[in-house]
């Protein structure tokens, strides 16, 4: 029983972050759906960056901490932060927010030292928000 159980957490736990993976590529690639000819709203454009901007602090060991200085309320709040590996595009690392989360949002990760990274956000109302690449040290 203790297997199966184990076994069930691990399935659901890697089906929701594909799922945030997948939600958070949407967001940058379509950057409002139904708009196929440019940009609606280009990232860093809506709202306010000292509520929406990706902040980061870096510690000993490659641990990085990245959180928005934003209220979260049910009719606006951060959905998702990420950090981008700024050599080959990808997505690293994704976490997901619901409403409740407490403010600020973070997402904290131990990274390879040397990379270099680009923290983003995505809220609810002000969109998508990119913050300074930063190289990640030890």
């Known amino acids: 029983l203790t297997l199966t159980l184990t076994l069930t957490l691990t399935l659901t736990l890697t089906l929701t972050l594909a799922h945030h993976f997948g939600q ?8 409002n ?49 990420w950090l981008k590996d700024v050599r080959t595009g990808e997505n690293v690392v994704v976490k997901g927010f619901p409403p409740t989360e407490k403010s600020p949002p973070t997402l904290q990760a131990r990274c390879p030292v040397g990379v270099r990274l680009q923290p983003c ?18």
Request: without cysteine.
């Open 24 to 31: 958070v590529r949407a967001i940058e690639n379509a950057n």
């Open 33 to 81: 759906i139904g708009d196929f000819t440019h940009k609606k709203f280009p990232p860093n454009s809506r709202g306010s960056p000292a509520q929406n901007l990706p902040q980061v602090k870096l510690s000993a060991g490659g641990m990085v901490t990245v959180s928005v200085p934003h209220k979260m309320e049910t009719e606006d709040y951060i959905k998702f932060i």
């Open 121 to 138: 956000s995505f809220g609810i109302v002000d969109g998508l928000w990119k913050g300074e690449e930063f190289t990640v040290t030890a």
